[in-house]
């Protein structure tokens, strides 16, 4: 059986990205768990809490966002790392039999990292080219969290800059102070809005014609694929712009089944 056990479940690029696998390992008839923290992940995928979590020897075991203080007794350990200075892969303790990194610039932002790695991107989005309303032409987006990396105000004041005649924040507050401070004094309900995290990401950007994007820190932002895909212009920073692999979703699952020896 694969056991993804992750540090943080709850709503987020990783969560998303480890939903998606989860779900799609399962369709290629391999048994797959995802195991987190928190309750967001719970009605999403074949799913559990991280406190009822039991390892088995002939588990594979795919670890994000945690350590272990050895190699736990079971077939294959893949630590799977979504993170840059969150959680830099060649500082913690060795306890996983290969890494998996999410494109070339990532991996070598790891450099420290001497044992095996893996390149694998994320599954890609199940979402199609927006069909944009009226009323989404000169309306930018800032989706994700709202806290100091993503750096949300600047990417609204970029976009008031550019001319856009209305912003929406899609998100969650993950910084309350950062809020407080940065966002709450720009929000005016008239040409900078609020609208809070979506799930339904169709809709989303359907009600957009541009997204920015201004974080200190990215390694493979989900939001750019996803502009691609929806017919979305992505405005992004140096800190966004990311090496891909053009590969299918079917190429993706195929990387994981031959690192999964399955």
């Given amino acids: 059986m694969v056991k993804i056990i992750t540090g943080w479940s709850n709503k987020g690029g990783s969560t998303f990205a480890f939903v998606n696998l989860t779900n799609e390992l399962n369709k290629n008839g391999i ?5 987190g923290p928190h309750d ?8 559990d809490k991280t406190s009822n979590l039991k390892l088995e020897s ?9 350590t272990f203080n050895s190699k736990p007794n079971v077939k294959q350990v893949i630590l799977s790392s979504h993170e840059k200075n969150l959680f830099e892969v060649g500082k913690i303790k060795p306890f996983c039999d290969d890494v998996v990194f999410l494109n070339k610039k990532h991996k070598k932002y790891h450099k420290d990292y001497k044992g095996k790695s893996t390149i694998i991107p994320n599954l890609k989005e ?3 080219i927006s069909q944009k309303s009226d009323d989404s032409i000169g309306v930018a987006g800032v989706i994700g969290s709202i806290d100091e990396n993503k750096q949300t105000h600047v990417s609204i004041k970029r976009a ?3 001319g856009c005649n209305k ?5 969650n507050v993950t910084d309350k102070n950062y809020y407080e401070n940065y966002i709450k004094p720009l929000i005016d309900n008239v040409k900078v809005i609020e609208y809070g995290f979506i799930s339904d990401k169709q809709e989303m ?3 957009i014609e541009f997204v920015y994007l201004s974080s200190k820190s990215e390694v493979a932002s989900l939001v750019k694929d996803e502009c691609e895909t929806t017919g979305t212009t992505f405005k992004g920073n140096e800190d966004t712009d990311h090496d891909g692999l053009s590969i299918t979703n079917e190429e993706i ?10």
Avoid: A, P, Q, R
């Avoid at 699952?253 to 399955?262: D, H, P, Q, T, Y």
């Fill in 58 to 66: 002939d588990d594979v075991i795919i670890v994000h966002f945690l």
């Fill in 205 to 207: 950007y359907g009600m």
């Fill in 31 to 35: 048994d797959t768990t995802l195991y």
């Fill in 160 to 162: 008031l800059e550019d």
């Fill in 126 to 128: 199940t979402i199609s």
């Fill in 253 to 262: 699952i195929e990387k994981w089944k031959n690192l999964l020896k399955i």
């Fill in 167 to 171: 912003v929406i924040i899609f998100g």
């Fill in 40 to 47: 967001w992940h719970l009605d999403k995928c074949k799913s």
